[in-house]
């Protein structure tokens, strides 16, 4: 069967619908991306915290070394400048790359050298809900459904959360033809014996792939006590 392919965006805003059933199919395919960054990239131990682990908590010479591995591999960044504007306590971001972190590691980012969180960008129109700051040419949205390793760190054996970090065209989805979402419905007379919990279900014929290993890095990194 042949395919298309797409650039992948988690910042595409395609709403089909607000209905649960669309937000679970949405969320799979983020699943779904979220392990094939994890197997596919090779990613850096954080060296730069505080915190006595190997990997450490994140720090700005971490998140520059990906910055000059990116650019050294001609990666183009994927978001526009934010700019300037006359408001107190806000300031401009620079054209950036994207990062994903886990919603576990959001104090750790809050203490990063140079971090500006999302509230103080100049403007907030068209920010994505799971966008939390800006360092340097980076743009970090979290989950808590990002990729983690429990008891992985030494010597504490702390949780290792991956931090994938790309460019421009570093990966994509690639849909087949003449196929579309199917979102179907089993009545609770189906699913249960007793008749009490419906169900809904989502089948699609998609996959995911990195298109340009040099366009995409990353950072193992634990959590700061």
């Known amino acids: ?41 090779s990613y850096i131990n954080a060296t730069g915290g505080v915190n006595g682990q190997q990997p450490s908590e994140i720090s700005r010479n971490d998140i520059n070394n990906i910055e000059r591995i990116l650019l050294g591999n001609d990666a183009r960044t994927m978001l526009e400048v934010v700019e300037a504007e006359n408001k107190f306590a806000t ?16 104090p750790d980012l809050q203490s990063v050298q140079g971090v500006l969180l999302k509230n103080a960008y100049p403007a907030q129109e068209g920010l994505r809900p799971e966008e939390y700051c800006s360092v340097s040419r980076f743009r970090f949205f979290v989950s808590s459904k990002a990729a983690s390793t429990p008891g992985a760190s030494s010597p504490g054996g702390q949780t290792v959360y991956t931090v994938p970090m790309f460019g421009l065209e570093a990966a994509a989805k ?52």
């Open 174 to 225: 690639v849909q087949q033809n003449q196929y579309t979402a199917k979102v179907g419905f089993r009545p609770d007379w189906v699913v249960s014996s007793v008749a009490q919990n419906s169900q809904l279900y989502a089948k699609f014929a998609i996959a995911r792939a990195i298109t340009n290993q040099n366009w995409i890095s990353g950072l193992n990194v634990t959590a700061r006590l």
């Open 91 to 106: 300031g401009p971001t620079r054209d950036a790359f994207l990062a994903l972190a886990s919603t576990d590691i959001t």
């Open 1 to 41: 069967m042949r395919g298309k392919s797409e650039e992948f965006s988690p910042l595409r805003c395609k709403h089909l619908s607000h209905s649960s059933n669309r937000s679970g199919l949405r969320e799979k395919e983020d699943l779904l991306m979220r392990d094939l960054y994890s197997s596919s990239v």
